[in-house]
């Protein structure tokens, strides 16, 4: 069945950049998302990428695909320490499910 | 991006009473809602898809008897459950999307969430 993996924790130091990895294994999907979880809120929509695309880049988010590898990454530059949260990788398929992987648990020290 | 809310955001109750957990789409029609449940420290678990008018589709393993999911108009769709026991406490999430679900690229807006306890 579909399954979403990423490391679950990440620590970087104030301005540094952070890479988040995730892998997937459904080799049709079509969207693939980074949604950001403060603690006790629900998910924020980061940016998404389309599976035709290899690269988006929106301000200080840049989003990598490689669909051969079934590879999604997110880096954050300047990485600040409002961007402490739990990061979410997902990829919608057939239909309209979505499927999420387990979040990677982002620290960042001052 | 559309705005989605969810009431209570927070709900304390005793075992064997019935807690119902309303879903709004605030600005937007949502056609399709999402229901799911978060454990501590981990991911979304899907638990059902409801459409406007119809019937939830359940994932495997969800009990829908247990989790009654109502969709009755475009903008609000309700989570009961039943009988609440302290497992069923949990964090639940859900989301809406404006579109059937069958054209690409419709987004997935999520609700603050709502944090059952079941002593």
């Known amino acids: 069945g579909e399954d979403v993996e990423q490391s679950l924790f990440l620590s970087v130091r104030e301005g540094d950049s952070s890479v988040i990895n995730c892998t997937y294994t459904?080799?049709?999907?079509?969207?693939l998302y980074w949604y950001k979880q403060e603690p006790g809120a629900g998910l924020q929509l980061l940016t998404y990428?389309?599976?035709?695309?290899d690269m988006k880049q929106d301000q200080r988010l840049t989003v990598l695909l490689n669909k051969k590898d079934k590879h999604l990454s997110l880096r954050i530059a300047d990485t600040q320490t409002g961007d402490s949260a739990i990061y979410f990788c997902?990829?919608?398929?057939?239909?309209?499910?979505?499927?999420f992987g387990a979040g990677t648990r982002l620290f960042v020290k001052a | 991006g559309a705005v989605v809310s969810q009431h209570p955001s927070r709900v304390i109750c005793k075992s064997g009473t019935s807690v119902k957990i309303e879903c709004r789409s605030l600005?937007?029609?949502?056609?399709?809602m999402f229901w799911y449940r978060q454990f501590p420290k981990q991911s979304l678990m899907l638990m059902a898809t409801?459409?406007?008018?119809?019937?939830?589709?359940?994932e495997q393993g969800v009990e829908k008897d247990k989790f009654l999911i109502n969709h009755a108009s475009l903008t609000l769709s309700t989570l009961t459950v039943t009988s609440a026991h302290p497992e069923d406490s949990s964090f639940y999430i859900c989301?809406?999307?404006?579109?059937?679900?069958?054209?690409?690229?419709?987004?997935?807006?999520f609700g603050p969430g709502t944090r059952l306890t079941v002593l």
């Open positions: 409801s459409n406007e008018g119809s019937k939830a589709t359940y």
């Open positions: 990428i389309f599976s035709n695309m």
């Open positions: 600005d937007f029609q949502a056609t399709t």
């Open positions: 459904d080799s049709s999907s079509t969207y």
């Open positions: 989301s809406a999307s404006s579109i059937s679900g069958k054209e690409l690229g419709n987004e997935q807006f």
């Open positions: 997902a990829e919608r398929s057939r239909g309209f499910k979505t499927i």
